[in-house]
Each structure stands twice: as structure tokens, then as C-alpha cells.
Nanobody
Framework: QVQLVESGGGLVQPGGSLRLSCAAS??????????MHWYRQAPGKQREWVAS???????NYADSVKGRFTISRDNGKNTMYLQMNSLKPEDTAVYYC????????WGQGTQVTVSS
């Protein structure tokens, strides 16, 4: 059974940066062949898609984070990342990772709070 473990969240001031990680734990390493995604859910709001990365490294972003966030992956470590720069208060949310195939599951998320 695949588990996804998000980490790297925290409290940061507006304009600051954070780097989130998503570690995939599986008995069989097929991480590299599946697209992976980041989502977030702010208090009182629906979970929303943030960014995706394909197995070949192609990326796509929500308009609200384009130019500020960068998604990447290290297939050798079964890990995906989200580098978040120029953070805004509206980026405050619990961030989750998710993917295709056996990675279509949710972890516990990691809290990101942007506040002065």
C-alpha cells in the first residue's frame, strides 16, 4: 500500500519562501512513471489543484501560483518537491500531494501559514 508523506510546511512572513516535500513510500519503486500533483485546501474552502509534473518532467501550474512556485521531482528518492517563493497570505492552506496510478491517495498534508 502506497503512502504519501508531506513535510516542510510552517509559518512564514509574506514574501518568504518554503520548500515542501512529498515522499512516496511503496514496496515497489514505480514512482518515476506516474504524474504527480500538489493540491491545497484553505480553511472553509474546497481543495484546489496547485501544480503537476509528468513522468518526463513537464510541469503545469494554477494561475494563482504561476511564476512563484516550482514543482520538481527526484525519482531516485521517490520524492516530489514544491518550491514556494514570494508567498502571500492567500497561500495559507494545508498542502497535499497526490498522483496517478498507485499514488492516487492522500497523505496527512502539511500546514503552510503566511502571516506577518
Amino acid at each position: 500500500q502506497v503512502q504519501l508523506v508531506e513535510s516542510g510546511g510552517g509559518l512564514v512572513q509574506p514574501g518568504g519562501s518554503l520548500r515542501l516535500s512529498c515522499a512516496a513510500s511503496t514496496s515497489r519503486s514505480v514512482f518515476s512513471i506516474y504524474a504527480m500533483h500538489w493540491y491545497r485546501q484553505a480553511p472553509g474552502k474546497q481543495r484546489e489543484w496547485v501544480a503537476s509534473i509528468t513522468s518526463t518532467g513537464l510541469t503545469n501550474y494554477a494561475d494563482s501560483v504561476k511564476g512563484r512556485f516550482t514543482i520538481s521531482r527526484d525519482n531516485g528518492k521517490n520524492t516530489m518537491y514544491l518550491q514556494m517563493n514570494s508567498l502571500k497570505p492567500e497561500d495559507t492552506a494545508v498542502y497535499y500531494c497526490n498522483g496517478a496510478g498507485p499514488y492516487a491517495t492522500w497523505g496527512q498534508g502539511t500546514q503552510v501559514t503566511v502571516s506577518s
